[in-house]
Nanobody
């Protein structure tokens, strides 16, 4: 079983950057695809990006493509989300999760994931 903890959120000005981290404890971290999601109060959890267990395959939803980069360091049991050109629309709580199924390609639907962390708040405001 894997437990995930997100960190790195905070207040950033429009146009700024942040790097989020998703750090795991437990076993078999490198067995799982990891996804980054975000959620605004009252809305569904939105998928942003996914990375394969071996850090070779990545997929981005339109809201993240070109601005966000997902990567992982299995030796550190950590997945990163580098975010640039942030705008007020990126304000949300950001979560990472493990894909429930063995790797067969990136998925970004929240219902496919579990082992969610507690989330980290990102606020983009001047």
């Amino acid at each position: 079983q894997v437990q995930l903890v997100e960190s790195g959120g905070g207040l950033v000005q429009p146009g700024g950057s942040l790097r989020l981290s998703c750090t795991a404890s437990g076993s078999n971290f490198d067995y799982y695809a990891i996804g980054w999601f975000r959620q605004v109060l009252g809305k569904e959890r939105e998928g942003l990006a996914c990375v394969s267990p071996n850090n070779i395959d990545r997929y981005y939803e339109d809201s993240a493509a070109g601005r966000f980069t997902i990567s992982r360091d299995n030796a550190k049991k950590t997945v990163y989300l580098q975010m640039t050109s942030l705008g007020p629309g990126d304000t949300a709580v950001y979560y990472c999760g493990t894909d429930r199924a063995p790797w067969s390609g990136c998925r970004t639907k929240a219902s496919f994931y579990n082992n969610w962390g507690q989330g980290t708040q990102v606020t983009v405001s001047s």
